[in-house]
């Protein structure tokens, strides 16, 4: 159990799948090529003194992601948008590579927790973007510059429109919004999901919204 971590400091089947898999990656094609046009931020630098790193938060405190290299922009993030990967394996690196391979600079999320299936269960990675406090590219669409600029992006490695999310990933989840809300000063009403800002699947319909909502509540 993780504890809570506040801040202080067949054929028709088949069928389906193959057509529910087509619909995503089509998706994710169009919105690699979105994003592309809208991701201002620089490719990773090499050498910084506080580089993307993995934590295992049971050791390492919560409040370690706010030393960063860049001293965190308060003003600047106004709200948390959640992803989930559309894979049930994934790193920092893969999730990185992929990103690129679509012509964007680098991991396109503030922070990746990880499934167990390549990344440790419940594991977070804060990424180059975060730590030097730079826009994400995660949104396409309307006002995809906007929200790239001030939201910041998590992402759950998993395939939520087949599989729910690990208790320990949901469990880190609440615990870093709920820490990144006291921070910043987020309302619950600017945490929001990929799939009801843009349209797209993710972080895919086993994501459990309301009992999520329902923690952070708690929480507060």
């Not at 960063?68 to 590579?97: C, F, M, N, Y």
Request: charged letters at 20%; glycine letters at 12%; aromatic letters at 6%.
């Amino acid at each position: 159990m993780i504890p809570t971590t506040r801040f202080d400091f067949a054929s028709r089947p088949h069928r389906r799948a193959v057509t529910v898999w087509g619909a995503f990656v089509a998706t994710m094609t169009i919105v690699g090529g979105l994003l592309l046009v809208s991701d201002p931020a620089p490719a990773p630098r090499l050498g910084t003194s506080r580089p993307a790193l993995d934590l295992n938060l049971d050791s390492r405190p919560l409040g370690t992601i706010l030393d960063t290299a860049t001293p965190v922009k308060r003003d600047q993030w106004v709200e948390i948008i959640i992803h989930g990967s559309g894979s049930q394996h994934g790193t920092a690196e893969s999730l990185a590579r992929e990103a690129q391979s679509r012509g964007l600079k680098g991991l396109g999320y503030h922070f990746v927790i990880g499934n167990g299936n390549g990344l440790g269960d419940g594991d977070l990675h804060v990424g180059y973007r975060w730590n030097e406090q730079l826009p994400g590219a995660h949104v396409a669409g309307p006002d995809a510059q906007w929200h790239n600029l001030h939201s910041i992006a998590i992402c759950l490695v998993g395939n939520g429109e087949t599989a729910e999310f690990t208790p320990r990933q949901m469990q880190r989840l609440v615990n870093l919004v709920r820490g990144l809300q006291e921070e910043l000063n987020i309302g619950i009403e600017r945490i929001l999901l990929d799939s009801a800002l843009t349209g797209s699947p993710s972080p895919g319909r086993h994501f459990p919204e309301q009992r999520f909502r329902d923690q952070l509540r708690l929480n507060g």
